[in-house]
């Protein structure tokens, strides 16, 4: 169980990385579309785990390492932005979301159902 205060730096890092990617994402995604889904804080605040969902890609898993590969240049554009409002900064680390992917398929499942 998340604690009030894991609570509150997994938003802030939640709506702060979701402007770093809007700045930072064009000149690295290769035109995917990436948006954050969940930030998971660890209990001692020191880990944050983002699940993003990857629109518009072939290929999602080599959207998820360009995103690892540039983790220091986006970890460092976070770290301005979030600073004074966090003592300690966090190690993100990315995990693709595939909720709505899922979800997509289990519509096209229940379609061929009705049909």
């Given at each position: 169980?998340?604690?009030?205060?894991?609570?509150?730096?997994?938003?802030?890092?939640?709506?702060?990385?979701?402007?770093?990617?809007?700045?930072?994402?064009?000149?690295?995604?290769?035109?995917?579309?990436?948006?954050?889904?969940?930030?998971?804080?660890?209990?001692?605040?020191?880990?944050?785990?983002?699940?993003?969902?990857?629109?518009?890609?072939?290929?999602?898993?080599?959207?998820?390492?360009?995103?690892?590969?540039?983790?220091?240049?986006?970890?460092?554009?976070?770290?301005?932005?979030?600073?004074?409002?966090?003592?300690?900064?966090?190690?993100?680390?990315?995990?693709?979301?595939?909720?709505?992917d899922e979800m997509d398929r289990l519509n096209n499942l229940f379609d061929k159902i009705n049909e």
């Amino acid at each position: 169980m998340e604690t009030k205060k894991q609570k509150q730096v997994s938003e802030l890092i939640k709506r702060n990385f979701g402007l770093v990617l809007q700045q930072e994402g064009p000149m690295i995604l290769e035109g995917s579309f990436v948006t954050v889904t969940q930030v998971v804080m660890s209990s001692d605040l020191g880990q944050a785990k983002i699940y993003v969902s990857i629109f518009n890609a072939t290929d999602k898993q080599s959207t998820l390492i360009l995103l690892r590969q540039h983790k220091h240049r986006l970890q460092q554009a976070l770290v301005t932005r979030i600073r004074k409002h966090v003592r300690r900064i966090p190690r993100i680390e990315f995990f693709i979301d595939d909720t709505l992917d899922e979800m997509d398929r289990l519509n096209n499942l229940f379609d061929k159902i009705n049909e």
